[in-house]
């Protein structure tokens, strides 16, 4: 719910942590991604922007420590 969304993520963090394309996220911001729109630019929730790169499994840092924990454990 929009009510637990913590608009924070920036394009550029959704980028370079996520593994989110700015055209992917212009896409999915068309198909009703939820977002905050700033003076400064777009602002997404971390949750979803985590939850949206391991499903579509782009090579995010979470992604990457997921792998991690296989290999140690």
Not at 66 to 72: E, Q
């Amino acid at each position: 719910p929009d009510d637990y969304r913590h608009f924070r993520e920036s394009v550029g963090t959704a980028q370079r942590q996520y593994g989110i394309s700015h055209a992917l996220l212009e896409s999915l911001v068309r198909q009703g991604l939820p977002v905050a729109r700033r003076d400064e630019g777009l602002f997404f929730d971390p949750f979803d922007l985590s939850n949206l790169s391991l499903h579509l499994r782009l090579p995010s840092v979470q992604r990457m420590a997921m792998r991690s924990w296989s290999r140690t454990l």
